[in-house]
């Protein structure tokens, strides 16, 4: 009787361990189907628009120090590490040959000067001439006259008359060759000043060009920053474009993430980035916008590409370079270096910019005042040569001013007169 009672149990038992069964199974069927109801939802509402990759790099500017004149090392004003600021002197060449290039330039500018002066002067001591020329002339014709009276009457001989006529085509041509010279020296120095007249600019030209070479020989910063890559040595001979070191400044750095084709469906210009650096950890983020695509995949600009008509092509994702701006303070607060590796996450929440938008630099995006200097000090220096050798008394100033136009009636109708002139000066 008990062997038929546990017999009949025995069916009940298995029929609800197979009930519990199939309801845990539903349950846990049940969870994993709303845990991945949700991760889609929390995927198509939130994770979709945010893009990540760890193949990111931080990149910067490079700035080479490449001589731009020959000649040797005689002294070198940092060194590798070294932290140095916008015109610090950072190599310094030999200055005696161009020491003496110099002096020589500027002997010939005050040359010059003082020969144009001359011209000046010239000008002066011809018109003077002209009209004593033309003084004589006027005198010979009235010698000339007389005489024609006298010779009507028999009162002088007619070889007497003769040579009365020949002093007046002297006369003549002693004006016409003063007024020749005069209008030579006239088409030398017409509507010019001694400070903007052609052999004088010519000569400050090649002054400018003797002191470019010998301010030169130093090497200044161009910009603050990190020295790199010293390669220079003392007395070391260096030609224009070697180069002898770099400067980093790590106050301009970005980040280089390389994502892949699918990620750049909805990444826009201006979006939001989050970044972390391999070198201090998750614990210090860093933020930062995109600011800009690369026009070309990695390997598009690679040596050797990956697809080729050599047969040598396997189908691959390629990477993009997309280039991301950092925040200066927070890049202040935790410098980096250029190479280090980066985690980037970008924001793609907002859609409304354009992916490869055309904008152009309006204002130049990295530029140095370290050599302007240079052309002022030599254009100040330039005046100075001119102003010490230039002694134009005001008069004869006052003179060319007048005589500028006279020249050219002159030279057009061969009368000297007064014509009114203008002066024409150039900004040297």
Known sequence: MAENTQTAATPIDAGATQAKRKRWLAIVTAAFTAAGIAYGAYWGLVLRHFQSTDDAYVSGNVVQITPQVSGTVVAIGAD????????????QLDQADAKIALD??????????????NLFATSASLEATVEMRQSDLTKANEDLARRDRLASSGAISREEQQHARDAVNSAKSGLQAAQQDLAANHARVDRTTIEDHPDVRNAAAHWRDAYLAYVRTALPAPVAGFVAKRAVQLGQRVSPGAALMAIVPLDQVWVDANFKEPQ?????????????????GGKVQYHGTVAGFGAGTGSAFAILPAQNATGNWIKIVQRVPVRIALDPQELAAHPLQIGLSMQVEVDTHDGSGERLPQLSQGVPAYSTDVFRLQDRIAEQRVKEIIAANESVSSHVAQSHEHDGAAGDRLAR????GPVEGKMVKSAF
Do not use: C
């Open 80 to 91: 590798d590490t070294q932290f140095v600021r916008a015109g610090q002197l950072l190599v």
């Open 104 to 117: 020589q330039a500027e002997a010939q500018l005050a040359k010059t000067v003082r020969e144009v002066r």
């Open 264 to 280: 750049l469906v909805s990444m826009r210009l201006g979006q939001p980035v989050k970044l972390s650096a391999d070198i201090y």
């Open 413 to 416: 109708t061969g009368r000297a």
